[in-house]
């Protein structure tokens, strides 16, 4: 009997450790897939939803660090300079993290305007490249 016991302990933590190492590469891939879809928003002339995509890849990679680094759940917030910092990245990208993380309510709701006019090409485009150092730097590190 305690054999069984043990060995359903054993499978229940080898499936936290699996969970753990494969976590990461999940929220990584979304992440990329984001920032794809951001390019796609851009070339359709959609800025507000490149911001808006931009924004949502680098939250999911940055917690695709964490779960990397920290080895535990990562807060459920959207501050990306709470998790830029937390990991220690890079201070250059601290502008694009703090634009971002202001972006969060701007490209979803209407305020003085509505998302759609609130950002043009090259807000956009800078946005973009900014995210995409970013990315990069992140694919560097892992």
Request: glycine share 2%; net charge neutral.
């Amino acid at each position: 009997m305690w054999l069984l016991v043990l060995q359903q302990e054993w499978k229940g933590l080898w499936g936290q450790v699996f969970k753990m190492k494969e976590e990461p590469k999940k929220w990584m891939e979304q992440a990329e897939a984001d920032l794809v879809t951001a390019q796609v928003n851009f070339d359709g002339e959609r800025y507000y939803a490149v911001v808006q995509f931009c924004q949502q890849c680098l939250e999911k990679a940055l917690k695709s660090m964490w779960l990397d680094e920290k080895k535990k759940e990562f807060p459920y917030i959207h501050d990306l300079t709470f998790f830029m910092k937390r990991l220690e990245l890079p201070k250059k990208f601290e502008v694009i993290c703090k634009d971002l993380t202001t972006a969060y309510a701007e490209t979803r709701y209407p305020t003085e305007d509505i998302p759609l006019r609130k950002f043009n090409k090259e807000d956009a485009e800078e946005i973009l490249n900014r995210t995409s150092e970013v990315i990069g730097w992140i694919r560097e590190k892992k």
